[in-house]
């Protein structure tokens, strides 16, 4: 993919800086000073996307080098540290029992934390044209599913490392391509009439879901964050199967075609399995191992429950109301 | 709760989750439900629904989330 277009000053100077060679340019710095509300600021979470993407698929018109620069680790640091900040203080992380086993714990979380009902509202009013909102919204993610855990898995060890293997590679396909997750995903994209070019609808994605995006890429960084990262999977893959459910549903309610349905079909199945590893053997078993862990373990299903909660809710709410919900849709409705 | 699954392959494993939850199969090529179907097994470790309400049976569907618990 090509660099985005900035969306405000920040992303502006961060985009800028990331098109000229790394050896010859320095780097903003990031903001000195941050009071705004970083999860709602599209600004702010594009800078931080594009920071990430370095690690992943990078960016074609973008020096490689610019991965492992000072300049940009440093800038990247000090939009963490905010986000960091945000995401601590939208806790408190729901009170679970400490007696219990951490996978019932995690569960009791997840049940705790209210979400917002977006699978529900697919499955029953949700027209073709927000589907394909949603499928261009949730492509950001989905076509580089599962890629920020595997990041991980060179930190764990023993059974949880295992774990995530056996489940990464259920996400991969299974050693068949035209089953891997990010393929079957594309396909859906297709058969919707959309594009499913990696990172095409990027500007259309709103804040909220840019930092859903962006809490998976922190936890998965960085390696004080792995117990955060199994959280957040645990977390993740426990509200999978019944929304994923839900939502095909709703595609076959609209007519969309069976072929289209099949990447959340197999979610039902798949996410019912690896909801049970993330849980036991993944989270109960590093918690096990690494008793220091369990607070983070925590803090990253309640980070998963809390920003899945904030972009749906985002999504309902501008459907509800009759509006779009992609980001720059208020530019498309100026510019035509 | 249903019965534990048949499952036929190499080197199966099958571990329990508790009340109603999947039983995990791992190694199977196949696992036969109650009324003797063969269903192929085409992922590493499969969920075989044990609380007898999936709509995706023998998988495990998610579905019993929503029984509510003996305990």
Redesign the interface.
């Known amino acids: 993919m090509l660099l985005p277009e900035p969306t405000g000053a920040l992303s502006a100077q961060v985009i800028d800086a990331l098109r000229a060679p790394a050896t010859t340019g320095s780097f903003p710095s990031g903001p000195s000073s941050y009071d705004g509300d970083c999860l709602h600021d599209a600004d702010f979470q594009l800078a931080l996307w594009v920071l990430y993407e370095l690690h992943y698929r990078g960016f074609d018109d973008c020096d490689e080098e610019w991965e492992w620069h000072p300049g940009a680790f440093a800038c990247r640091a000090v939009l963490e540290r905010v986000f960091v900040d945000a995401l601590r203080a939208a806790g408190p992380v729901p009170e679970t029992s400490p007696d219990a086993p951490l996978h019932e714990r995690i569960e009791a979380l997840v049940e705790a934390v209210p979400g917002a009902d977006l699978a529900r509202f697919m499955q029953r009013e949700a027209t073709l044209e927000q589907y394909r909102e949603y499928l261009k919204i949730k492509s950001v993610y989905h076509l580089k599913e599962s890629d920020p855990q595997s990041f991980v898995l060179a930190r764990l060890r023993g059974v949880p490392k295992v774990r995530l293997a056996e489940l990464q590679y259920d996400e991969y396909g299974s050693g068949r391509p035209d089953r891997l997750h990010q393929t079957l995903f594309a396909r859906t994209l297709v058969e919707a009439g959309l594009d499913d070019t990696y990172g095409v609808y990027l500007q259309h994605a709103p804040a909220t879901t840019l930092a859903v995006n962006n809490a998976t890429s922190l936890f998965a960084l960085h390696r004080r964050f792995r117990g955060a990262a199994m959280g957040h999977l645990a977390a993740f893959e426990s509200t999978s199967s019944i929304p994923c459910r839900r939502i095909a549903q709703g595609m076959r309610r609209i007519g969309l075609s069976e072929r289209a349905a099949e990447y959340f079909d197999e979610h039902v199945e798949a996410d019912a399995v690896h909801e049970q590893l993330a849980l036991r053997d993944i989270c109960g078993v590093l918690g096990d191992d690494e008793p220091e862990l369990v607070a983070d373990i925590l803090f990253g299903a309640f980070v998963c429950c809390h920003l899945e909660a904030l972009d749906g809710a985002g999504l309902v709410t501008a459907w509800r109301e009759g509006r779009s919900a992609l980001r720059d849709a208020a530019d498309l409705v100026g510019a035509a | 709760m249903t019965a534990v699954p048949e499952a036929v392959g190499h080197d199966v494993e099958i571990v329990l989750?508790g009340e109603n939850?999947?039983a995990?199969v791992r190694g199977a090529d196949v696992v036969r439900d109650q009324d003797g179907t063969e269903h192929p097994v085409?992922?590493?470790?499969?969920?075989v629904c044990m609380c007898g309400r999936s709509?995706?049976a023998p998988?495990?569907?998610?579905?019993h989330?929503f029984i509510k618990r003996s305990s």
């Open positions: 989750c939850r999947p995990l085409t992922r590493p470790v499969v969920g709509q995706r998988w495990c569907d998610g579905t989330k």
